[in-house]
Nanobody, 122 residues
């Protein structure tokens, strides 16, 4: 599976962004898909994950109530809708694919996109 993330940019605090991750390959629907982020000088951290069916999701505490992960298995795309953005959300955001649902550690993911920069100004 090859992943291509997009949709990042510069936004003011309180604003919204929608990230997309397009996947190639016919097996997209058999992978759980996750979003991670990495701020400068910090470790890559889990943001959200969605079951291959789309019927299960899990969020980091920092994302609950503000971010929504979704997927379209026809378009082979996973999304991360981010609302009420805060300066501390500034990071490079990565999408990743895992054969198992629920992983919150980077090593549990098999395939990674290249990352898209999100910058939230105060």
């Amino acid at each position: 599976v090859q992943l291509q993330a997009s949709g990042g940019g510069l936004v003011q605090a309180g604003g919204s962004l929608r990230l997309s991750c397009a996947a190639s390959g016919r097996t997209f629907s058999s992978y759980a898909m996750g979003w991670f982020r990495q701020a400068p000088g910090k470790e890559r951290e889990f943001v959200a994950v969605i079951h291959w069916s789309g019927r299960g999701t899990y969020y980091a505490d920092s994302a609950k109530g503000r971010f929504t992960i979704s997927r379209d298995n026809v378009q082979n795309t996973v999304y991360l809708q981010m609302n009420s953005l805060k300066p501390e959300d500034t990071a490079v955001y990565y999408c990743a694919a895992s054969a198992y649902y629920g992983g919150r550690r980077p090593l549990e993911y098999d395939y990674w996109g290249q990352g898209t920069q999100v910058t939230v100004s105060s």
